[in-house]
């Protein structure tokens, strides 16, 4: 009988603890936040969840749509306009070709460069012609510019701009003259 006794003991020890550390705790709040400040900052969670958030999303979806343009304006890819187009068609169609723009800036145009001999966009053979002339690029890559320029040349499809960028490749350069001579120097 003194063993069950013992038995129960602690078992009213524990209950009675608790029911003393229940009531000794103070009163649980569920904010950190009382009276005005708490209203305050209600209003302002609500203006940000109606204002800010829309208008962030709106930001953040417009920066996702246009990220296959970007992507196949830093690749040169030949095919710029079309996948910038694409994009635009995108936000009308709620996004459904978007991963087809994605894609597409992604790819390698082969049959671009079949049908064109180039699977590079206009504007890189006018950055790289710029480049040459202000020296910022070696020989061996000057070399290679012109030759792929001379290719479109002879298949016939040199825009002006680029004509003009290989009739500056290939024009003779000019060294200048020892005593400054002609250089307009004062």
């Known amino acids: 009988m003194i063993d069950r006794k013992l038995r129960i003991l602690p078992k009213r020890v524990h209950v009675g603890a608790a029911l003393l550390a229940m009531l000794i705790a103070p009163a649980a709040h569920a904010s950190f936040l ?4 708490l209203d305050t900052m209600a209003n302002v969670i609500a203006w940000v969840v109606l204002i800010v958030m829309p208008v962030g999303a709106l930001a953040l979806f417009w920066i996702v749509h246009v990220l296959p343009e970007k992507i196949a304006e830093k690749r040169h890819h030949p095919n710029k306009e079309a996948i910038h ?14 991963p087809i723009a994605w894609l ?3 790819t390698r145009p082969v049959g671009h ?14 950055e790289q012609g710029e480049l040459a002339a202000r020296g910022a690029m070696n020989t061996e890559e000057i070399e290679h510019l012109r030759a792929e320029l001379e290719q479109l040349k002879q298949r016939g499809q040199l825009s002006s701009e680029l004509k003009r960028v290989h009739a500056r490749l290939s024009a003779p350069e000019r060294k200048p003259d ?9």
């Open 113 to 126: 460069k079949l049908a064109f001999g180039t699977d590079k966009h206009e504007d890189y053979y006018i």
């Open 178 to 186: 020892a005593a400054g001579a002609g250089t307009g120097a004062v």
């Open 104 to 106: 597409w800036a992604y």
């Open 34 to 37: 009382q009276g005005e400040a």
């Open 85 to 98: 187009v694409l994009c635009l068609l995108s936000l009308v169609f709620g996004g459904l070709l978007w």
